[in-house]
């Protein structure tokens, strides 16, 4: 192989790295805009059923949300019900698994027949619940078992006051539905409406 051979040789393999950088770099530019927008834009969706007064709701979820530091993408369904088991003044589900550039949908029951002061600590304490499975602490793994902050967790103690994920409920609820008479400011947006 001639010099010149070898020259021209070298700097075509130059040009190639040089243009797959270039073309790495336009892609991981590319992704990470793609990431924060994602980061940047994300918010809840939530959707309120049966609810006589849903506007006074919503803008109570958003103030428990932002207090609670959720802007996780999540469909959020809350459903004021008058067919709640007796037992149960409310209940929160995650639907599917969490999944990158997929919305957490997460459903909430409010028992309907409670009075309105009831309700919106019920409301107070399923929104501790909705942050824990927006934040991943809380995941369903099956039929039988959760998992709270990585460590298994058997279902027959979901509705029991001392499973730690309701121990952070009830240590919260309060102060958070206090916060929301003390300071209703916070309102919802129509950025994040949703019939």
């Excluded at 049966?50 to 609670?68: G, M, R």
């Excluded at 530091?69 to 067919?83: D, K, P, R």
């Excluded at 999944?99 to 501790?128: C, G």
Aim: hydrophobic letters at 45%.
């Amino acid at each position: 192989m001639k010099t010149n051979d070898l020259c021209a040789l070298l700097v075509t393999t130059k040009y190639k790295v040089v243009v797959l950088a270039n073309i790495k770099l336009k892609l991981l530019v590319i992704i990470a805009g793609m990431l924060w927008i994602n980061i940047a834009f994300a918010q809840p969706i939530i959707r309120i059923l049966e609810s006589d007064d849903s506007l006074s709701v919503k803008n109570q979820i958003a103030q428990y949300l932002a207090q609670l530091g959720v802007h996780e993408n999540i469909y959020l369904s809350v459903n004021f019900s008058t067919h709640m088991p007796r037992k149960l003044a409310g209940m929160t589900f995650c639907l599917n698994a969490p999944a990158p550039n997929i919305h957490l949908a997460i459903r909430v029951w409010v028992d309907a027949r409670l009075d309105k002061t009831q309700q919106k600590l019920v409301l107070a304490h399923e929104m501790i619940h909705v942050k824990q499975y927006a934040k991943g602490e809380l995941i369903i793994v099956d039929e039988q078992q959760m998992l709270w902050k990585g460590r298994k967790y058997y279902y027959r103690l979901s509705h029991n006051q001392q499973a730690p994920w309701e121990n952070e409920a009830y240590r919260t609820d309060n102060l958070l539905a206090k916060q929301w008479k003390e300071h209703p400011e916070i309102q919802f947006t129509a950025s994040n409406a949703h019939p």
